[in-house]
C-alpha cells in the first residue's frame, strides 16, 4: 500500500508532545507576473506568469537544521524570501511561531522579523561598508528598542560577537568591515542575526562564498548556537556534502516544488527521487577513489514560465513513463521506505 | 613524462604596492605537463594561483614583476617581453578566464566573439572564420547554428561552453581553465568538467584547471598542485594527496571538505594565510599547522621529492626521511623535485 499523505497533514509525525512547529509553510505559491511592453499588451500577447514557488510545504521544528537544495531557479532562494516576507507570497500560509504572517499588519510585522533573522551569501556585500562593526551588529537592537542605555546594548553586542567566536569582542567593535576576512566577517552577520536571539535563522548559501579552511568554521558555529539556543535554522544551498553534513533534513526542490524530502543522511544514502539520485551522482568527490559516474541530465531546468504538464521533471527524467506526463505526484512516503518523514514526489517510487 | 607541453620553471611575480613595499605573489612555482593531461592548481583566494596562470599568459599589468621561464612546446615565451608573448597567446596557450560566461559583449552574436581571435592572428576570415566558429560549437555540444545568436539567448552553461569554444578557436596546445565552474549548478559543472576531460583527450590539450574545490580536481586531474601563500607546497597524483598526503594543510584542506556520504568530522583551519607584502621567515604555514616545529620557525622548507611524482615542502618529511634531510634543511630545491 502507498501512503499517500497529503504534504499539509502531519500523520507521519511521531512524538505525542510536539511543541508547535516555528516555522509553517503550507501549499506556497510565489508568482512573478513576465513584463509585457505596452506594444505587447496592444497586440494581445497573454499575460504570463512565473512560477517561481509553486506550492512548497515546509515545517521547521525548534532546534532542528533543515537545508534547502536545488539547482538555480528552483525557487529555494524564494521560498526563504517568501518566509521573510522580503517577496508577497502570491498563495498558501506562513506560519510563524503558530502566528499567520498574513494576518500580521506591517506594523506588527516587526514582532515577527525579531523571530526571523537572516543571514546573505555575500559577506562582502551585506555589511555596510561605512558603519563600524559595533554598529552593525547594535542595528537590529535599535530598530526592535531592546537595551535600556548604551552601555546595555554594547554589552549585549559585545556578547552576541563573542557568541559568534568574534574573541574578544573589544578587538573587533570598532573596526570596519574591510579590516576583517570573509570569514569574520559573515560571524559579523551571524552576531548581528543572533544579538535578538531569535526562534527561526534563514540563512541563504551562507558559506558558498567562504575559502573552504573557513566554510566548516562558520557552519560548525551555526549547528552550536542552534543547539545552545533551539533555534530552527533553514539552509538555502546548492552543496549537497555541506546540506549531509550539517542539516537534520534535506528538503530537495525542483522548479519550484519539493521533489523528496527526509531526514539528511536518509535523503542521500536512500534517494528515491530520480532528480535527487542525478544530482547525488554528479556530486564530485574529494577522494578521487570515489570518482563519480556521472548521470547527467540532459538540458537545464525548464523555465518556470511554462512549467511541463504532468511530473514536472518528466522532460529530463530518465526514467519517465507515459503517466509521468498527464499524473502529476504528490509527496508521499513510498512503502518500500520505512524512515518517517522521507518522502518523494515521484509516481515510480512505490 | 614524455616531453612536456607546458614547462613553468622557477616562476616569480611581485606586484609594487602604492605604498611602495613589494608583494611577493609567487615564489618560485615550477610544474610541467604533457599533451592530454589535466593538472590541478588548487589553493585558497589569494594563494597565487589566478596570478601563476596570468603570468604564464604574460597578461599581468605592468605594476607586476615576472621572473622565471614558461616554455611552450620548448619555446620559451615570456623572455622577450609582450613581444614574444604576443606570438603564442591564444595559438599556444588558450585561457577560460573566471567568469568567462559573462564575459561576451551583449550586443554581438557569439559566432561573432569566437571568430575575432581567429581573425586577429590572421588564421581565417569570412566564411572560412564562420565554419570553423560553428565547428569550435559542436565540439563544445552547442548547436552550430547558435552562432548566430546573442549572449542572453544562451544560459549559463552554454555561455561557459562559448567561450571554451573561443579559447579553442587558434587551436591552441594549451588551455588554462581558471575557476571554470564557479558560480554554476552541479549538473552544469559535471557537464563542463566531462567536456573539459574530453577536450584534453581528443585535442590532446595540456590543460591547466586552477579552482579552490578539492572534489573538483579529484574528479578530473590525474596530478594537482596545491598552493599556499604564492608557493606549491605539495604536487602530485590526485590519489596520493588525498591518501599519502605529506604536508599538513593539504591534509587539513581535505578535512575541511565534506564528502557526500562520510560522517567525519569536517574541521576548518584556524588563523588565516600570511600577509604576503611583508617579509616570511620560516615556513609560511606554521601559524596554522598542527604539526609545526621549532625549525618551521626559522627555515623555509624547500619542495622535495617524497615519492613517485610526489613532492611536498614540509620539514616533517625531512625528519621523517633520511634522504631528504640534508637537502631540505639547506633549503634548496632539487632538481628532481621539479619533474
Not at chain 2, 618551521?296 to 624547500?302: E, F, G, Q, V
Amino acid at each position: 500500500m502507498t501512503d499517500r499523505t497529503p504534504p499539509t497533514s502531519r500523520a507521519e509525525h511521531d512524538g505525542a508532545h510536539r511543541a508547535a512547529p516555528v516555522l509553517s509553510v503550507r501549499e506556497l505559491k510565489t508568482q512573478y507576473p513576465v513584463h509585457r511592453s505596452l506594444v505587447g499588451r496592444l497586440l494581445g500577447q497573454p499575460k504570463r506568469t512565473v512560477h517561481a514557488v509553486d506550492g512548497v510545504s515546509l515545517q521547521v521544528d525548534a532546534g532542528e537544521f533543515v537545508a534547502l537544495v536545488g539547482e538555480s531557479g528552483c525557487g529555494k532562494t524564494t521560498t526563504v524570501m517568501s518566509i521573510l516576507g522580503a517577496v508577497k507570497a502570491t498563495e498558501g500560509v506562513i506560519e510563524v511561531n503558530g502566528t499567520d504572517i498574513a494576518d500580521v499588519s506591517s506594523r506588527d510585522m516587526l514582532s515577527i522579523y525579531r523571530q526571523m533573522q537572516m543571514i546573505y551569501q555575500d559577506p562582502y556585500g551585506s555589511l555596510d561598508p561605512r558603519f563600524r562593526i559595533r554598529r552593525t551588529v547594535e542595528e537590529p537592537l535599535l530598530v526592535h528598542g531592546v537595551g535600556s542605555s548604551k552601555r546595555d546594548r554594547t554589552r549585549l553586542v559585545s556578547a552576541a560577537l563573542e557568541s559568534a567566536g568574534l574573541r574578544p569582542a573589544d578587538l573587533y567593535m570598532d573596526r570596519f568591515p574591510h579590516e576583517l576576512s570573509g570569514g569574520q566577517r559573515q560571524r559579523v552577520a551571524i552576531a548581528a542575526a543572533l544579538i535578538l536571539n531569535p526562534a527561526l535563522l534563514l540563512a541563504d548559501e551562507p558559506v558558498s562564498m567562504l575559502d573552504v579552511s573557513v566554510r566548516a568554521s562558520v557552519l560548525n558555529l551555526l549547528d552550536t548556537l542552534r543547539r545552545e539556543r533551539n533555534m530552527a535554522v533553514v539552509m538555502v544551498t546548492h552543496d549537497l556534502s555541506t546540506a549531509g553534513h550539517f542539516a537534520d533534513r534535506i528538503v530537495v526542490m525542483y522548479l519550484g516544488r519539493v521533489v523528496e524530502e527526509g531526514p539528511a543522511k536518509e535523503v542521500l544514502r536512500n534517494a528515491q527521487h530520480p532528480y535527487t539520485r542525478a544530482l547525488l551522482s554528479v556530486v564530485p568527490q574529494p577522494d578521487p577513489r570515489d570518482r563519480s559516474t556521472p548521470q547527467t541530465l540532459t538540458g537545464e531546468t525548464p523555465n518556470p514560465i511554462d512549467i511541463p504538464t504532468g511530473c514536472r521533471f518528466h522532460p529530463r527524467c530518465p526514467m519517465a513513463q507515459e503517466q509521468c506526463r498527464t499524473i502529476d505526484p504528490t509527496l508521499a512516503r513510498p512503502a518500500s521506505v520505512s524512515i518517517s518523514g522521507h518522502r518523494v514526489a515521484c509516481l515510480l517510487a512505490t | 613524462m614524455s616531453e612536456p607541453i607546458l614547462d613553468v620553471r622557477d616562476l616569480n611575480v611581485w606586484f609594487e604596492l602604492p605604498s611602495g613595499r613589494e608583494l611577493h605573489a609567487v615564489k618560485g612555482v615550477s610544474f610541467a605537463l604533457g599533451a592530454g593531461e589535466v593538472l590541478g592548481l588548487v589553493g585558497e583566494s589569494g594563494c597565487g594561483k589566478t596570478t601563476t596562470i596570468l603570468a604564464t599568459m604574460g597578461l599581468l599589468p605592468s605594476s607586476a614583476e615576472v621572473s622565471g621561464e614558461v616554455r611552450v612546446d620548448g619555446a620559451d615565451t615570456l623572455s622577450g617581453g609582450e613581444d614574444s608573448v604576443r606570438a603564442h597567446r591564444w595559438t599556444d596557450v588558450a585561457m577560460v578566464f573566471q567568469g568567462a560566461m559573462n564575459c561576451f559583449s551583449p550586443v554581438r552574436t557569439i559566432g561573432d566573439q569566437i571568430v575575432e581571435p581567429m581573425k586577429y592572428h590572421g588564421l581565417a576570415k569570412g566564411d572560412a572564420a564562420r565554419q570553423r566558429a560553428g565547428e569550435l560549437l559542436e565540439m563544445v555540444g552547442i548547436p552550430a547554428s547558435s552562432a548566430q545568436r546573442y549572449p542572453h539567448e544562451f544560459s549559463g552553461g552554454m555561455r561557459q561552453r562559448a567561450a571554451i569554444a573561443m579559447a579553442l578557436a587558434c587551436d591552441p596546445k594549451v588551455l588554462l581553465a581558471d575557476e571554470p565552474t564557479t558560480g554554476l549548478d552541479v549538473m552544469v559543472q559535471a557537464q563542463i568538467l566531462e567536456l573539459l576531460s574530453g577536450l584534453a583527450q581528443s585535442l590532446g590539450l595540456a590543460v591547466v584547471l586552477v579552482t579552490h574545490d578539492l572534489p573538483v580536481v579529484a574528479e578530473v586531474c590525474s596530478r594537482a598542485a596545491v598552493m599556499y601563500a604564492g608557493q606549491i607546497i605539495e604536487m602530485g597524483a590526485v590519489d596520493d594527496l588525498y591518501h599519502d598526503s605529506h604536508h599538513p594543510y593539504t591534509r587539513l584542506l581535505f578535512a575541511a571538505t565534506p564528502s557526500l556520504l562520510g560522517d567525519d568530522v569536517v574541521a576548518s583551519i584556524p588563523g588565516t594565510p600570511p600577509r604576503l607584502d611583508q617579509p616570511l621567515t620560516g615556513c609560511s604555514f606554521r601559524e596554522r599547522c598542527d604539526s609545526a616545529m621549532d625549525v618551521c620557525a626559522t627555515l623555509s622548507p624547500a619542495l622535495i621529492t617524497v615519492g613517485a611524482q610526489h613532492s611536498a615542502a614540509c620539514h616533517l618529511n625531512a625528519v621523517t626521511s633520511d634522504r631528504g634531510t640534508r637537502v631540505a634543511l639547506d633549503g634548496d630545491v632539487t632538481p628532481e623535485a621539479l619533474q
